[in-house]
């Protein structure tokens, strides 16, 4: 199997990752026209993770997210399901294997995001990009999230969203499901797991009823804001303070 199927079954998508990692972060850059880097900035600007604060990065792939979040002193766990995608990120930083010590200021730690291997109130801030959607139960995502988080922490989620745009949504769906499957068959060596891509930001609820899903799992304060006109949208929260 190159690819996994919508019902998101956790070895299918591991698998899938597991293949498509060499060239992973290459291809987001290249599908994305760039906008990867500018989505990445955003998300850390609404981390804003301080000296001594530790930020959990969930879904991290390869780890190019967790970089942006020790620039102002913090510390970073890349955490991912994927061995492919954080050995890859290891070795990008020079290291071998999968470290939890650390490589370059940030430890990389094997995690399912439905049980996920942390103590209860371990982190200041829990943020995952890109991957939420990938998994079988957000709402038991979201809660396990909560749990790992201390008090008064923050949520940052960045995902793929709906464009609020009725003309330009027209014209993204159309990229979406025939454009981008034709780029990543010419490019990527798993074109198969850029039609669950696809279908998978297809089949994303919109803001609101994202946002509504958070509140249920238990997270206060819940807000968002698009990004790139709604391609993206950046869903913020906190855990209540007792």
Same mark, same amino acid.
């Given at each position: 199997?190159?690819?996994? @199927?919508?019902?998101k ?12 990692a060499?060239? =992973?972060?290459l291809?987001n850059?290249l599908?994305?026209l ?7 900035? +955003?998300?850390?600007d +609404? ?5 001594? /604060?530790?930020?959990l990065?969930?879904?991290a792939?390869t ?5 942006? &979040?020790?620039t102002? $002193?913090?510390r970073?766990?890349a955490s991912?399901?994927?061995?492919g995608?954080?050995r890859t990120?290891?070795?990008k930083?020079?290291g071998?294997g ?5 490589v370059r $200021?940030v430890?990389?730690i094997?995690?399912d995001?439905?049980k ?6 371990? &982190? ?9 959607r ?9 809660? /396990?999230?909560?749990r ?11 995902? &793929?969203?709906?464009?609020t745009?009725?003309? &330009?949504?027209?014209? =993204?769906?159309? =990229?979406?499901?025939?454009m981008?499957?034709v780029?990543?068959?010419?490019v990527?060596?798993?074109?198969d797991s =850029?039609?669950y ?9 919109? !803001? +609101? ?5 958070? !509140?249920? +799992?238990?997270?206060?304060?819940v807000?968002w ?6 391609i993206v949208a ?7 303070? @007792?």
């Amino acid at each position: 199997m190159t690819r996994a @199927s919508l019902d998101k079954q956790p070895h299918e998508v591991a698998s899938m990752f597991d293949r498509t990692a060499r060239r =992973y972060d290459l291809m987001n850059d290249l599908l994305s026209l760039g906008q990867d880097r500018f989505w990445r900035k +955003a998300t850390a600007d +609404a981390i804003d993770a301080g000296p001594g /604060e530790l930020v959990l990065d969930l879904g991290a792939g390869t780890g190019t997210s967790t970089d942006a &979040f020790t620039t102002l $002193g913090a510390r970073a766990i890349a955490s991912d399901f994927s061995l492919g995608m954080l050995r890859t990120g290891v070795e990008k930083r020079g290291g071998s294997g999968i470290s939890g010590g650390g490589v370059r $200021g940030v430890s990389f730690i094997a995690g399912d995001a439905l049980k996920l291997p942390f103590a209860d109130e371990s &982190f200041d801030a829990v943020t995952i990009s890109f991957a939420i959607r990938n998994v079988n139960d957000t709402e038991q995502a979201l809660r /396990e999230m909560l749990r790992v988080a201390r008090p008064g922490a923050r949520l940052v989620v960045c995902e &793929f969203s709906r464009p609020t745009n009725g003309a &330009f949504e027209r014209v =993204y769906t159309e =990229y979406l499901m025939r454009m981008l499957p034709v780029v990543a068959g010419a490019v990527s060596s798993n074109p198969d797991s =850029y039609e669950y891509l696809a279908e998978s930001i297809r089949s994303w609820p919109a !803001q +609101a009823e994202f946002a509504r899903v958070i !509140q249920r +799992a238990g997270w206060k304060k819940v807000a968002w804001r698009n990004l790139s006109l709604g391609i993206v949208a950046l869903h913020r929260a906190y855990k209540p303070e @007792s």
